[in-house]
């Protein structure tokens, strides 16, 4: 009962912290990169103006993923960022499964000066919208 009390006396204190909460949420959020949906994926793939980086396990790819998508693991993306140099003109769109991993990927890339951008849902989403995926290896 004490803290309805405190919360009813400090009203305006605990309005602060939430909005501060939210603040910091929504600006670690988009540290990893703005999220994007399917649509505006497949129109910057169309235009050439991304390139997409898968970042699940090499045996998730392999089992199906985006055509056109480079395959590093969030795992082993920090000694592989090189492997993007060719490609630093263009947005990187990160793509996992559900969006666990790609906001970690994000950062990374960002700091070293990446425009990054995470496909919301990831490829939860992306088969969701019955989009076409292709399987075997492709690095």
């Known amino acids: ?8 006396e400090q009203w305006i204190l605990i309005s602060v912290l939430l ?10 959020r988009t540290k990893g990169g703005k999220p994007i949906t399917v649509s505006e994926a497949v129109s910057l793939m169309n235009s050439d103006q991304a390139v ?13 993923h985006i055509h056109g998508a480079m395959n590093i693991p ?5 000694g592989r960022i090189s492997e ?6 263009k947005i990187v769109l990160l793509a996992d499964q559900m969006g666990q991993h790609a906001g970690g ?7 070293e000066g990446y425009n990054v951008r995470r496909l ?10 019955k989009m076409p995926m292709v399987q075997g290896l492709k690095e």
């Open 105 to 111: 990927a994000g950062r990374a890339l960002t700091k």
């Open 52 to 64: 997409l980086v898968d970042v699940r396990p090499s045996n998730e790819f392999q089992a199906g």
């Open 74 to 78: 969030h795992t082993k993306l920090t």
């Open 19 to 28: 909005m501060l909460i939210y603040v910091f949420a929504f600006t670690e």
């Open 84 to 89: 993007l140099e060719k490609c630093r003109s």
């Open 1 to 8: 009962m004490d803290i309805f009390l405190f919360a009813s």
């Open 120 to 129: 919301s849902g990831g490829m939860t989403e992306w088969q969701g919208q």
